[in-house]
Nanobody, 129 residues
Framework: VQLQAYGGGLVQPGGSLRLACAAS????????MGWFRQAPGKEREFVAA?????????????YYADSVQGRFTISRDGRESAVNLQMNNLRPEDTAVYYC??????????????????WGQGTQVTVSS
């Protein structure tokens, strides 16, 4: 599986950005897609994920880190195998390289990076005045 991430950039505190991630699979059914981020000098951390069952009719299970709950929204893109991460009310502490990742849906923890098999290239998000 190949993943292509889009978006990112420089924004002022309180601003918004949208990231997108497109997968090379025909569908997201049976898969979960997540976003992780890594700031300089820090470990990679979970941001958000959406997981679809094999028989999904377009509705996925959502997961968020406490630090982004209420500010970030992960959703399916209009394309069959892509998701968006809408980031609102951005803070300087959101500055990081953001990575999208994909793995099989199941009972494993969606917030753990080890449970994802494929990773996209990182995209820089910088929140600064």
């Amino acid at each position: 599986v190949q993943l292509q991430a889009y978006g990112g950039g420089l924004v002022q505190p309180g601003g918004s950005l949208r990231l997108a991630c497109a997968a090379s699979t025909r569908t997201l059914n049976g898969f979960r897609m997540g976003w992780f981020r890594q700031a300089p000098g820090k470990e990679r951390e979970f941001v958000a994920a959406i997981a679809y069952s094999t028989w999904s009719r377009g509705y996925g299970t959502l997961y968020y880190a406490d630090s982004v709950q209420g500010r970030f929204t992960i959703s399916r893109d209009g394309r069959e195998s892509a998701v968006n991460l809408q980031m609102n009310n951005l803070r300087p502490e959101d500055t990081a390289v953001y990575y999208c990742a994909m793995g099989r849906s199941g009972s494993s923890n969606a917030k753990t990076s080890d449970n994802y098999d494929s990773w996209g290239q990182g995209t820089q998000v910088t929140v600064s005045s």
